[in-house]
Structure formats: structure tokens, C-alpha cells
């Protein structure tokens, strides 16, 4: 694939607890010369990025990261916080305890609440496939397409496993046409991104896409 082909589904993302403001900085100033389709931030620090780079470039962020077991409520009012900061795409975490109970009426339930937070905004649902087996991925598969989310994404990369491709397999068996996929976690080959994008996602969540690219300039 070109170059660009591959940067403009890519998620260029910094999610460490510890990153600073010249880390977000060299972010965002390599998502606005690369192109990237967005970059993926911390909370805190979208109202700052989009007061520093208006709509030079597309913010995402997370929603009850890294673990999902916030109650919806917080997740909602996160959701509105980080719209009114300037973010245009959530990436939100299923509560993974309750697709462990079997409750996937309140993961659709809640994943519908945060979708309606976001009042038109892109929402990605994060599932992290290496806590789930087969049948649990498939439900919530279900559960994503019917609450009307914007895209399934695999993984937070702070849990014990991260993309692989016969998750993105099984995702395309199983939700709606309307519901796109992205693959994150544990992405750091450039031949590892475009077997991805050739399975199917759309998008891609890793820190070293632009990096990897930089070295074949």
C-alpha cells in the first residue's frame, strides 16, 4: 500500500499515563504533516490541543479507560466533557464485568447512552478481545450493531493481549453493515498495519505507524 494509503487509518495515538504536553505536541504536529486520520489522546489534554490546533486535525479520546467498569453515568458525563473540549471521535470501553455476567442488555444499554452523548460524533467501542472467548465477542458484536456505535475496536493495548486477526474475522461474521472496525494493540510492523487494513479495518490505533513510515522516507 502507499504511504498515505495506510497514514490517512491511522489513529496516531499517546495514551501513556506519563506523557507531557511536548509529547502531545510531537504527536499532533506529526498527525498534521502525515496526514493521519486522527489523534488519539488523553482527556485532559484535548481542550488544550484543540485551543493550540483548531481543525488542523481530528481528536479523538477515551472514555472509561483503560478498564470500562465506570458506571454509565460517568461515562456519559465523560462523553460530554470531552465533545464540549473539542474531541470528535470517543473511543469507549465496554464494561467487561458485565459482559462476563452476561448482561449484554446493559452493555447495549450503555453503549446507546454514550453514542447519544456524543450528539453525532464517532463512536468506537473498545471490547479487549483477550479478556472474552468466542461466544462473548459474538454477543457483543450484536450488542454494538444494535446500540448503533460508529465502529468495534479490539482492543485498549493495557490489557493482556492485544489485535489479532482472527478477531477482525470474526467481527466482520458478526455485526452490521453499518459498523466499521479497528484493530489496536500490540501493532508495531508496518506489515502488521496493512494485513489489518486487508482484513478489513478501517481504522488502526498504534503509536508507531508514522514512525515506522519515517524510516523507509
Known sequence: ???????????????????????????????ILYQTASVCVPPSYVRRIHDTYGDELTICTVIGFPLGYSVTSAKVEETL????????????????????????????AEIRAVKEACGGHILKVIIETCYLNEEE???VCHAVTKAGADYIKTSTGFGTGGALLEDIRLFRQHIGPDVKIKAAGGITTLEEVESFLAEGCDRIGT?????????ME
Not at 207 to 215: D, I, N, Q, T
Open 81 to 108: 466533557q470531552a465533545v464540549r473540549d473539542g474531541a470528535e471521535e470517543i473511543d469507549m470501553v465496554i464494561n467487561i464485568g458485565d459482559v462476563k455476567n452476561g448482561s449484554y442488555d446493559k452493555v447495549e
Open 1 to 31: 500500500m502507499k504511504k498515505q494509503d495506510i497514514l490517512r487509518h491511522v489513529d496516531h495515538t499517546q495514551l501513556k499515563a506519563f506523557a507531557t504536553w511536548k509529547d502531545i505536541v510531537a504527536l499532533c504536529d506529526e498527525a
Open 207 to 215: 503509536s508507531r505507524a508514522v514512525a515506522l513510515l519515517k524510516e
Open 137 to 139: 465477542k459474538t454477543a
